[in-house]
């Protein structure tokens, strides 16, 4: 009987560092560069400023669905001392700290602002790939559901700091927390630090392998080939690297899926503020609360999403989370009473684990090992593309219906088509030991 394969926990948890150091930045980045573009002079002045500093803040979304695949697959075919994904880290994360620590400082001279905006933008979108292909990189792929639990937790994490990172610096550095330039300088100085920190903790306690060797064996075997006979290695090589016609029908299905979803979740995070002071009359402290009890609710689901990955299937754990989210969110938008939003918030947050913690791997077993940072960056094309439509398409229904509460019928609507686009994905689970003994026993 074959030894069961478990998580590496401890080295898990350490890999998520370089993914909270990303969460974090985007956290406090979402949350005061709008209120530092509305401030502006200049953009205050204009009648469109609102449209404006909507298009700027899709930026992040635009480059990610541009540069993220890129540089996913250029870390593909890296071979240095430190690894594939290392060196993109060691470069990427202190520039876009750095970058990161300027930006309040340039609020009000325009033209800075906005090339500080745009290189902090494109730096974090070189390394974001290569940190999240990590993960994958060192573990089995038979635990990789649970693996990506971990990593999401430590998402959580630099989640939550950056959330109460204004509280934080006041209380630490004494700091007036009216004094708003003061509090946005210590913010945004206090994400950069994180930044490096987790820097560090993934450099040093996390050793990706010397892979060098295996492109100098590489090279010294084409030199004993003829011209002729490399081209033709070459072709097989990219041939047994290409998917089948069933495998990229699988992916083109559950990238749908994916871009369903996002669209459906990124609208719910960035309306759902307004609909509760709008519809509900609820104070915006505590409509941040609910977004807040969401965000928890994800993160402790999270290692118990990626077991039942494990134990029933990824895309049957994804099918379960989609149908839930169909119904929980369709039954607040009948019911339309207080206890059913605590049930829909709570419960969808939960629901949403179902769904993050086993996507990702699904997708990278589709591609297979060799082309983790690519399938990476395709994951990313899929859930950045929805959230530079979700939330425009999603206003453009607020203003045809005139109400918010169709914001509780166009989720649903988007589940639904999510639910379609998966139950046509039929490959990205791992294979089963007994199947692969079987398979095993007739080779031989």
Not at 10 to 36: D, H, Q
Not at 323 to 347: E, G, H, K, P, T
Not at 379 to 390: K, L, P, R
């Amino acid at each position: 009987m074959a030894e069961k394969i478990k998580l590496n926990y401890g080295k898990t948890f350490l890999i998520g560092f370089g993914f909270s150091a990303s969460m974090i930045a985007w956290i406090i980045y979402n949350a005061y560069v709008p209120l530092m573009l509305k401030e502006n002079e200049f953009i205050g002045s204009l009648s469109f400023s609102g449209t404006l500093i909507g298009l700027i803040m899709v930026i992040d979304n635009l480059f990610g669905v541009v540069f993220q695949p890129l540089f996913g697959n250029i870390s593909d075919r890296t071979h240095t001392r430190f690894g594939r994904r290392t060196p993109f880290l060691l470069v990427g994360i202190p520039i876009s700290a750095l970058l990161f620590m300027l930006i309040p400082h340039l609020s009000n001279v325009i033209w800075a602002f906005m090339l500080c905006i745009i290189l902090f933008n494109f730096v974090m979108s070189t390394w974001r790939s290569p940190v999240v292909a990590l993960m994958p990189d060192l573990t089995p792929s038979e635990v990789r559901s649970e693996g990506n639990a971990v990593i999401n937790l430590m998402g959580g994490v630099g989640t939550v700091l950056g959330t109460v990172a204004g509280t934080l610096v006041c209380i630490i550095f004494g700091i007036d927390k009216n004094d708003v330039h003061a509090v946005r300088s210590a913010v945004f100085i206090f994400g950069a630090v994180f930044m490096i920190i987790c820097l560090f903790v993934v450099f040093f306690f996390v050793r990706e392998p010397d892979n060098r060797l295996s492109a100098d064996k590489s090279r010294a075997m084409a030199d004993d080939y003829s011209s002729k006979q490399q081209k033709k290695e070459e072709k097989e090589r990219l041939k047994k690297m290409k998917l089948t016609k069933a495998e990229r029908r699988s992916l083109i299905f559950m990238l749908i899926a994916l871009f369903f979803n996002s669209n459906a979740m990124d609208s719910i995070q960035t309306y759902f503020t307004t609909f509760a002071t709008s519809e509900l009359n609820m104070a915006e402290s505590t409509a941040t609360l609910f977004v807040s009890a969401f965000a928890v609710a994800t993160v402790a689901v999270a290692i118990p999403a990626g077991k039942l990955g494990q134990k029933i299937g990824r895309k049957k754990t994804v099918m379960i989370g989609f149908l839930s989210a169909l119904i929980v969110f369709a039954l607040y938008f009948i019911i339309r009473q207080d206890w059913m939003l605590y049930i829909a918030i709570i419960c969808g947050g939960g629901i949403m684990a179902l769904i993050t913690i086993n996507t990702l791997p699904l997708v990278l077993e589709i591609g297979g090992s060799e082309k983790i940072g690519t399938f990476t960056g395709y994951y990313y094309t899929a859930t950045f593309s929805a959230s530079v439509v979700g939330p425009v398409l999603c206003g453009s229904i607020f203003d045809l219906s005139g109400t918010y509460w169709s914001l509780f019928l166009y989720c649903p609507l988007c589940f639904v088509f999510a639910l379609l686009a998966i139950s046509f994905v039929k490959h990205g689970e791992v294979i089963d030991e007994k199947v692969l003994k079987e398979i095993q026993s007739e080779v031989d």
